[in-house]
């Protein structure tokens, strides 16, 4: 690979996550700054092999950096997981003589890049945008902060109801592999109980935890649970807790897709420009397959290997926090 980076490509892959569109404003218009030409592929991996590339210019992200969503939209590819689909989106990639690629995506989407530049003359540059906040090497993810946000502001809505009727409210948040939604947003709201993927669920502790709660006339409960919890998501739990607690009225409320979209908080659109700037950075450098990140409010760059493969570690100090302020 050579240092000398003149057309970089954009694309958004995986889930969706607001603050995409800022990390794309700020990666078209840095490569600008710099005199780079930039194209954006529109719906990520597969638009590179179907061709779907757009020049772009300032104005083409004008005016987006409080949407949610992504302009360039985003979709899965299963044929880019093979040799001749990667080999077609590299030809796709030549003809416009793209000799950068800047991925906002998550863990999948990294898996892809690491791949595709080993192959190939084309280095790429990650930017971790996923709502799960599950990535190593960064304190913050893309969108992350708005999906909290989101979370806590419709728990608080079910609590004011769960009030009004003496009810325990079990809540499901998005999460299939990393708690840090529930986490966050359960005690950020007050809730008895949060359920993750990361800790082992003890359906015998819940029930005697909200039994002694219902002893006390404590009636109103929150169970906030990540969609990945190893015993189930909301519905699962539900289940069982209205055969166990027969007296109590419960609940279950799937928060669901609501939690991806909305107009991104000011810290989401903060580090994904700042994100966008240093991964555009990195290719004029010669910084080639990392993940830009930001730690300790300093910008990091990981390997793309070591992002794929590493998981955030779980502090379960928070869990202890939860049990003592909901007591």
């Known amino acids: 690979m050579g240092n000398t980076i003149q057309n970089i490509a954009v694309l958004t892959s995986g889930g969706d996550s607001p ?13 600008i700054y710099n005199g780079l030409n930039v194209f954006g592929i529109y719906r990520g991996y597969q638009g590179m092999l179907d061709d779907d590339i757009v020049k772009m ?10 949407r949610g969503g992504t302009i360039l939209k985003t979709a899965r590819c299963k044929d880019f997981r093979t040799s001749e689909g990667r080999q077609r989106g590299y030809d796709n990639l030549k003809k416009r003589n793209i000799d950068g690629l800047v991925i906002i995506g998550g863990d999948g989407s990294f898996k892809g890049a690491e791949i595709f530049s080993k192959e190939f003359d084309i280095p790429c540059i990650g930017i971790p945008g996923t709502i799960d906040k599950d990535m190593a090497g960064t304190d913050f ?18 609590r004011d109801t769960a009030d009004a009727h003496d009810r325990l409210f079990v809540v499901e948040v998005m ?17 008895e109980n949060i359920l993750i993927p990361e800790t082992k669920t003890n359906m015998d502790e819940l029930v005697e935890s909200l039994t002694e709660k219902e002893k006390r006339q404590k009636l109103v409960n929150l169970v906030v649970v990540a ?26 409320c799937i928060l669901g897709h609501i939690q991806r979209g909305g107009s ?23 910084r080639f397959n990392v993940m830009v990140g930001i730690v300790n409010n300093k910008m990091s760059y990981l390997p793309l ?14 869990l202890k926090i939860v049990k003592i302020l909901a007591s």
């Open 19 to 31: 603050g995409m569109n800022a990390a794309i404003r700020a990666a078209v218009r840095t490569g």
């Open 57 to 66: 210019e300032s104005r083409s992200v004008a005016n987006i950096i409080q």
């Open 141 to 158: 993810t893309i969108g992350f902060d708005t999906a909290v946000n989101t979370a806590v502001e419709a728990i608080d809505k079910i």
């Open 175 to 191: 999460g299939r592999d990393a708690g840090y939604i529930a986490l966050h947003s359960g005690i950020a709201t007050g809730a």
């Open 227 to 252: 969609e990945g919890d190893d015993f189930g998501g909301g519905a699962e739990v539900g289940q069982i807790l209205k055969q166990k607690l027969p007296n109590a009225d419960i609940r279950v």
């Open 264 to 286: 991104p908080t000011c810290l989401d659109r903060l580090i994904a420009s700042r994100m966008g700037y240093h991964a555009v950075e990195c290719l004029v450098e010669g």
């Open 305 to 318: 290997s070591q992002a794929v493969k590493v998981k955030d570690k779980f502090n379960k100090d928070w």
